[in-house]
Every structure is written in C-alpha cells, then in structure tokens.
Nanobody, 122 residues
Framework: QLQLVESGGGLVQPGGSLRLSCAAS????????IGWFRQAPGKEREGVSC????????YYADSVKGRFTISRDNPKNTVYLQMNSLRPEDTAVYYC???????????????WGQGTQVTVSS
C-alpha cells in the first residue's frame, strides 16, 4: 500500500521553528517530486515548497522564502520541511504529496498524506 505520513507538527511560539517530516511506505520517494502544501481554516490549499526528483531543484512560495527549507534524505525515504521564524499566519494543516513533476499547484500530485497541524501562537 502506497502511503505518505507527515509528522512533526505542533504548537510553537512566533519566531520559533519546527521540522516536518514526510515518510513514505510502499514506494521510493526519490523517484518522485515532493511538495509541501498547507491549508488554513476557510482557505484553499496552497503550495509551500517542492523539490524535484531529478536534479534536486527546490521551489518556494514567496510567503516562506528565506524561512522554510525543503530537503530529502533518500536512505530514510523521507522529505523534510524545516520551518524557521514562524508566524501566526503559518498556522495550518500541512500536507506532503508525491507526483511526477514539481510544482506549487495541487494538480501534478498523485499521492497525499493525511496532514499534520502546525499552530503558531503565543
């Protein structure tokens, strides 16, 4: 069974950091582009970052550039999203997804995790 599982979410104060993990089972992540998305209550799901499967190119939404970093650990079959300098507006459920090509839109992605909650609040 192909499955993606996110972890690492939680409650953090503004200015704090979290590292989200996206672990795969049933398939090998390094053959796929991986995207991180988030969805806040009442808002559409938005792309945060993605990483290609070919040359490791990374892409970020303007709202997180300079604060978030996406990376792969192929031996662990895991992709990470390091989030620094967190803001209240980063509060959302964060999802990872796997697909054939990288992008910050939802359409290229075939497999999705269940999400992990990130709350930034004092």
């Amino acid at each position: 069974q192909l499955q993606l599982v996110e972890s690492g979410g939680g409650l953090v104060q503004p200015g704090g950091s979290l590292r989200l993990s996206c672990a795969a089972s049933g398939f090998t992540l390094n053959f796929y582009a991986i995207g991180w998305f988030r969805q806040a209550p009442g808002k559409e799901r938005e792309g945060v970052s993605c990483i290609s499967s070919t040359d490791g190119s990374t892409y970020y939404a303007d709202s997180v550039k300079g604060r978030f970093t996406i990376s792969r650990d192929n031996p662990k079959n895991t992709v990470y999203l390091q989030m620094n300098s967190l803001r209240p507006e980063d509060t959302a459920v964060y999802y990872c997804a796997a697909g054939p090509i990288p992008g910050l839109g939802v359409l290229p992605y075939d497999y999705w995790g269940q999400g992990t909650q990130v709350t930034v609040s004092s």
